[in-house]
């Protein structure tokens, strides 16, 4: 498949540096930094209140870092949430499925930074959608109400959704969260596509059994990034001690003991 | 048949009648329309607590001579950045500060306008005065209603995906806070429209039952939009139309009307009424097939 990501130049998605993130004074993310090229499939891994959701904000753009710089296909984040670059794929628990629109309303959503203000679909829209939900084999279902698909099927919407809006860099909270084994695989072969065409995945995960499977880096993080890069030679016992292990950074002695700061 | 239309037609001599039915058709449509997405957006509690703080506007405007709106749309408005800001800055949870504000809001009212001697009468600030609308109040909630249906309408996209998925729209560029704020104001301003024809007591009513009636009838949201409007319509008029018959309060009657159609539907609504959950079985009808 041909990628359809807009010509970018350069070859770096993500690029992080020295990231600090504070809340009302509170230390989320201290001095994170980390670089993601194209066609990158990357793990997220932390426990609950490392910064795993404050970093995916940081990249999207909602909160305004304390210190250090983020930018998105080299482009400053301003810029690049106009070219909609970055893709946010809810948890399914965060959603509300008894939303009466149905799975061709929402994935049209992808669109709508592109649309005039009436967000009336042009044919380029209708045809993005079109591809998008052929390409998640749920062209046939798109007039269901969204609450009328099956697990597996709510997830590949979202991922319709990512597609459509013409995303180069996915963020993925906990994807695979109660899923079955069968969906799981479908997920991952689609994942795979992405990479293929260029595009970054961020999945955020405190399931380990994902990481070695797929992902070609892996980010731990406990406040700041514990490390990054390569898979195999970031995933070391050592290193997971320190991201699940609770040792706590001087850097941060307010923030460690916090529970999750960042609820909107 | 005769008596029927006896029954229809002869209200309709009297003047005041025939502008109630008007007005309050008219705000009917926007309270019908903004109450989809307050009921999406599970702003229920915060419709009660703006239709609340708007009543000191209401009384400073009357007592300043000017247009009632311009009162309660800062009032309105006031009271929300009051509530966000309180929230924010205190371990308070969102509900407790809904109820804290708009209770003293509404007490600065009801003291001020025992206080401010003026034309106003408190019970048609509380329970409407459709059937004594003057003219300069028509005025006003013909171009309040014009101009929230105008922002409604452009706006019913993105408001639709705010209320869906903040997150999603913030991260396509859409300024949400803006949104926000917007569709907090145009709460403010229907519930002024909607306080010309039942009050500020049961206003809430019409920025919620019509949209909650009509999310059991569909599961589209265009379809949601229409059948709450006609709702919204439907109990006006027939509430109006009641009142005059039977000499009753307005207000109540429209409400009244209101509750029952919903209760109708929570009743009877094809998919997601009682009966319709009944005849199937309680779980498969909760959790669609993994």
Known sequence: MPSRLPHLSGNERISVRHLCVEYHGVVAVHDASLHLDAGTICALVGMNGAGKSTLFKALMGFVRPSAGSIAINGLPLKEARRARAVAYVPQTESVDWNFPVNVHEVVMMGRYGAMNLLRIPRPVDREAVKEALDRVDLWPLRDRQIGALSGGQRKRAFLARALAQGASVMLLDEPFNGVDIRTEKLMIELFEQFRREGRTLMISTHDLSHVTGFCDQVVLINKTVLAYGETASVFTSENLALTFGGLRLEAAPAAATDPDPQTP | ?290
């Open chain 2, 1 to 290: 048949m005769t008596t029927l239309l006896t029954w229809l037609v002869e209200p309709l001599q009297q003047e005041f009648m025939v502008r109630a039915l008007l007005v309050s058709t008219l705000v009917s449509c926007v309270c019908g329309l903004l109450s989809c997405y307050m009921t999406l957006k599970g702003w229920a509690l915060m419709g009660d607590a703006v239709s609340h703080a708007v009543m000191p506007g209401v009384v400073i405007a009357y007592a300043l001579n000017l247009p009632f709106a311009v009162g309660a749309f800062v009032f309105g408005v006031g009271s929300v950045a009051l509530i966000g800001y309180i929230k924010q800055m205190t371990r308070i949870k969102e509900d407790t500060v809904i109820g804290l504000v708009f209770t003293g809001f509404f007490a600065l009212g009801l003291t001020l306008i025992s206080k401010v001697r003026s034309s106003i009468d408190l019970s048609h600030i509380l329970f409407g005065n459709v059937l004594g609308i003057s003219s300069s109040d028509i005025l006003q909630t013909v171009l309040i209603s014009l101009l929230v249906l105008t922002v409604l309408v452009v706006l019913r996209k993105d408001l639709l995906l705010f209320c869906f998925d903040p997150t999603h729209a913030r991260s396509i560029g859409l300024h949400t806070g803006v949104l926000h704020y917007l569709l907090l104001s145009m709460l403010s301003l229907a519930a002024v429209a909607g306080l010309q024809t039942v009050g500020i007591i049961l206003v809430v009513a019409m920025l919620v039952t019509p949209g909650a009636t009509a999310y059991l009838l569909t599961d589209r949201f265009d379809r949601m939009v229409w059948l709450s409007i006609l709702s919204a319509v439907i109990s006006s008029v027939a509430g109006i139309y009641w009142s005059y018959w039977m000499d009753a309060s307005t207000a109540g009657c429209i409400v009244l009307v209101q509750t029952l159609l919903f209760l109708l539907c929570f009743l009877l609504a094809p998919r997601h009424g009682l009966l319709a959950q009944r005849r199937r079985s309680p779980r498969a009808s909760r959790f669609p097939s993994a």
